[in-house]
């Protein structure tokens, strides 16, 4: 199974300012990846994700991440964020054809105007 | 509407009563898995089922079982609740093709536990 790497537990950022959370994986082989967020006492939801083709993945909400393959890496960016942004975000990876899912510890945004 | 459904959604128990947490979903999804989510720790996965009588440990499977008799219910037992089952818990759904994760999981809204 894979190992995942937030390297950012806390991220406080003032509103419309950029962030960039950190993510890294244990394994070179294929993979997806995903990005997930949980608003204050809620389930989580799909941010976004990356199963083949272009490196740079669209979201929702204005954000977007970079697979990089050779730093087994999937950072994931916003260029301006909002109070509402305010969140647990967790990055998780699967190998293909395995039916695990790995999950980071996760990094908590907090916004401040 | 799409959902995944957990109950109870708050359980206080004690140590050795045996208690199910049920998941439903309405998808019609293949894939089921659960999820216990630890401070500090992030989510790990229980177990997953890939679909009907079709179950497989995850990375944290120990005091744990579970079974998959229908498609849309994935019911989690502790047969004998210990204090470190306090947690979060999360049932979740995908389609699953037979690739593998790559579709998106729905998760239901949690099951705050504590075991006394």
């Known amino acids: 199974a894979q190992s995942v790497t937030q390297l950012d537990s806390q991220v406080p950022v003032f509103e419309e300012a950029p962030v960039e959370l950190r993510c890294n994986y244990s394994s070179s082989v294929s993979v997806y990846l995903f990005w997930y967020v949980q608003y204050p006492n809620q389930g989580l939801q799909l941010l976004l994700k990356y199963l083949s083709g272009s490196t740079l993945v669209k979201g929702i909400n204005g954000f977007e991440a970079e697979f990089n393959k050779s730093q087994t890496s999937f950072h994931l960016r916003k260029p301006s964020v909002h109070i509402s942004d305010t969140a647990e975000y967790f990055c998780a990876v699967s190998d293909r054809y395995d039916y695990k899912l790995s999950f980071g510890a996760g990094t908590t945004v907090t916004v401040r105007a | 509407e799409a959902q995944v459904t957990q109950n109870p959604r708050y359980l206080i128990t004690v140590t050795g009563k045996k208690l199910t947490v049920t998941c439903s979903q309405n998808m019609n999804h293949e894939y089921m898995s659960w999820y216990r989510q630890d401070p500090g720790l992030g989510l790990r996965q229980i177990y997953y089922s890939m679909n009907v009588e079709v179950t497989d440990k995850g990375d944290v499977p120990e005091g744990y079982k579970v079974s998959r008799k229908e498609k849309r219910n994935f019911p989690l037992i502790l047969e004998s609740p210990s204090p470190n089952q306090t947690s979060l818990y999360f049932c979740?759904?995908?389609?699953?093709?037979?690739?593998?994760?790559?579709?998106?999981?729905?998760f239901g809204p949690g099951t705050r536990l504590l075991v006394l």
């Open positions: 979740a759904s995908s389609l699953g093709l037979a690739g593998g994760t790559e579709e998106t999981q729905y």
